[in-house]
């Protein structure tokens, strides 16, 4: 299959803080939506605080927002774009590293928060509706967490975090129960550094590494430097690894491609690690793992696996991206 795109570029100011709501964009503090044909409705309400990250999941008939301050400790959580609660984030470097926090749904449905809102080393995750804390945990296999995420069927979770030296490490664990109370742990940390690791559907993550070696003896779950491996979540074994040219930054997995964000976005070949295509009028940062910004820092994006889409804002513009094969 061959990839094919789509693009547009949306005349939106003041936006701050997007996430994707199907097809559609959010500006999730100001409740207007974008359309990928340029269409923007009007403000519903104004959240006076910079914001700059946001996320949004649906449970039935309810729309959840949530709206971050990605190097600082303030969130807010939206329930059909009405505010629902502040939350926050413990203090420790919170500066330094992007903010540890997932919206998203278990196996039985239920809207959860996964966050670390006391300690930059403990996971809690919180009933969406009603903040009930339903579990929490410290883990061995990731210190500082970061970039969490849960996979789409909502049985797994993720972090691309980082270890006090610092180096960037990827940890993953089974939610087993109704609770989602993490069970079996993976950690792909202690070869050569992680870079950025994220889903590529409910038994999959895609994981990327740099060229900075943590230890000569790869463990069986890490990765050797400037690689990508794809790795079975089910059958606890990586499906392939690649050499890569360039570390990715932050990646968006699409089908047999890897959107790549360093630099210039990009689509990588899972089975190969060969560049297919190159957005080469957007940039899009020079982000390395979840600490690293580079210089400028990244614009603010939103990533959409599920439909193969993507949006960066630059200046008073959003580049929006729809992916398709032929």
């Given at each position: 299959?061959?990839?094919?795109?789509?693009?547009?570029?949306?005349?939106?100011?003041?936006?701050?803080?997007?996430?994707w709501d199907d097809r559609d964009l959010i500006d999730v503090p100001s409740g207007r939506t974008i359309g990928?044909?340029?269409?923007?409705?009007?403000?519903?309400?104004?959240?006076?605080?910079?914001?700059?990250?946001?996320?949004?999941?649906?449970?039935?008939?309810?729309?959840?927002?949530?709206?971050?301050?990605?190097?600082?400790?303030?969130?807010?959580?939206?329930?059909?774009?009405?505010?629902?609660?502040?939350?926050?984030?413990?203090?420790?470097?919170?500066?330094?590293?992007?903010?540890?926090?997932?919206?998203?749904?278990?196996?039985?449905?239920?809207?959860?928060?996964?966050?670390?809102?006391?300690?930059?080393?403990?996971?809690?995750?919180?009933?969406?509706?009603?903040?009930?804390?339903?579990?929490?945990?410290?883990?061995?296999?990731?210190?500082?967490?970061?970039?969490?995420?849960?996979?789409?069927?909502?049985?797994?979770?993720?972090?691309?975090?980082?270890?006090?030296?610092?180096?960037?490490?990827?940890?993953?664990?089974?939610?087993?129960?109704?609770?989602?109370?993490?069970?079996?742990?993976?950690?792909?940390?202690?070869?050569?550094?992680?870079?950025?690791?994220?889903?590529?559907?409910?038994?999959?993550?895609?994981?990327?590494?740099?060229?900075?070696?943590?230890?000569?003896?790869?463990?069986?779950?890490?990765?050797?430097?400037?690689?990508?491996?794809?790795?079975?979540?089910?059958?606890?074994?990586?499906?392939?690894?690649?050499?890569?040219?360039?570390?990715?930054?932050?990646?968006?997995?699409?089908?047999?491609?890897?959107?790549?964000?360093?630099?210039?976005?990009?689509?990588?070949?899972?089975?190969?690690?060969?560049?297919?295509?190159?957005?080469?009028?957007?940039?899009?940062?020079?982000?390395?793992?979840?600490?690293?910004?580079?210089?400028?820092?990244?614009?603010?994006?939103?990533?959409?696996?599920?439909?193969?889409?993507?949006?960066?804002?630059?200046?008073?513009?959003?580049?929006?991206?729809?992916?398709?094969?032929?």
């Amino acid at each position: 299959m061959k990839l094919q795109q789509a693009s547009n570029i949306v005349e939106c100011p003041d936006m701050s803080a997007l996430a994707w709501d199907d097809r559609d964009l959010i500006d999730v503090p100001s409740g207007r939506t974008i359309g990928f044909d340029g269409t923007v409705s009007s403000r519903s309400f104004l959240t006076p605080y910079p914001f700059d990250r946001a996320l949004c999941t649906r449970s039935g008939d309810t729309l959840w927002t949530l709206a971050y301050e990605n190097r600082g400790t303030k969130a807010v959580l939206f329930k059909n774009r009405q505010e629902h609660r502040e939350l926050n984030r413990s203090y420790y470097f919170a500066k330094a590293y992007d903010y540890p926090i997932a919206l998203g749904h278990l196996s039985i449905g239920r809207a959860v928060i996964v966050h670390c809102p006391n300690a930059f080393n403990v996971i809690e995750c919180e009933d969406a509706e009603s903040g009930e804390i339903l579990w929490t945990r410290k883990t061995d296999g990731m210190e500082f967490h970061s970039r969490l995420s849960i996979s789409p069927n909502g049985g797994v979770l993720l972090s691309a975090g980082w270890f006090w030296h610092p180096f960037g490490g990827a940890w993953l664990c089974s939610l087993a129960d109704d609770s989602g109370k993490p069970d079996t742990e993976v950690h792909f940390s202690f070869g050569a550094e992680i870079d950025s690791a994220a889903f590529l559907d409910d038994d999959h993550v895609v994981v990327s590494s740099t060229g900075e070696v943590v230890n000569e003896e790869i463990p069986n779950s890490g990765l050797g430097p400037m690689q990508l491996g794809v790795w079975s979540i089910s059958n606890s074994k990586w499906v392939c690894t690649v050499p890569i040219s360039a570390t990715t930054g932050t990646r968006m997995p699409w089908r047999d491609w890897v959107i790549s964000f360093y630099e210039h976005p990009k689509a990588i070949e899972l089975a190969t690690g060969k560049v297919a295509h190159v957005w080469d009028h957007i940039y899009s940062g020079r982000q390395i793992g979840s600490i690293e910004q580079g210089t400028p820092p990244p614009p603010r994006m939103a990533l959409n696996p599920s439909k193969g889409m993507f949006a960066l804002r630059e200046d008073k513009t959003v580049h929006i991206v729809s992916l398709h094969e032929s």
